[in-house]
């Protein structure tokens, strides 16, 4: 028996030795301050503001590239007027965008094997009816950021709850009034 207690004796101290040499030396944990955090950084995108009527690309803050996001930066650039740049979306309010297939020569809505563009599909709030100035930042700021999106379409609803549809629209529409 005492050779058997000592084969699994060498045994477990065979299996437990590269475990116990590792070749680190125990330590008492160091603090080395707060834990790190992420951040995430702001991207820059281009919105369509106005200056004398007139559309002109801006670089402004959003909190991602998305379609959202960017119209989100749109809506709050207009607010803060920065010099003699303003909006014409004062008294609107984005709600939100969805995109769908497009394609201009067949009008195929919601076909999920039409690749060739899109439209965005924004819903806003606000005093109706928008003007073509409100129509137009919100138009080129999609189009510009998504070159794939060949239409936009907004719904607006007013604040009694009546809803006004523009159909689509793109960025050549506002050729006239395009910095």
Known sequence: MTTRRLLAALLAAA??????ACGVEPSNAIDAGPAPVI???ASLVTVFLLKSGRLVP?????????LDNVMLA?????????GDLGTALDDVTYNSGELVPFDFNTHVRNDPGNTFGFRLRLSVTGVTPLSRAAM????????????????VEVTQASRSGAL????????KTYSDIAG
């Open 58 to 66: 801006v670089r402004v803050s959003a909190a991602s590239h998305s």
């Open 136 to 151: 137009a930042q919100m138009t080129c700021t999609a189009i510009w950021q998504r070159h794939d999106i060949w239409a």
């Open 39 to 41: 951040s995430p950084k």
């Open 15 to 20: 299996l437990l030795a590269p475990l116990a």
């Open 74 to 82: 749109l809506f709050e650039a207009g607010k803060r007027r920065e």
């Open 164 to 171: 006004t549809h523009y159909p689509d629209h793109d960025c």
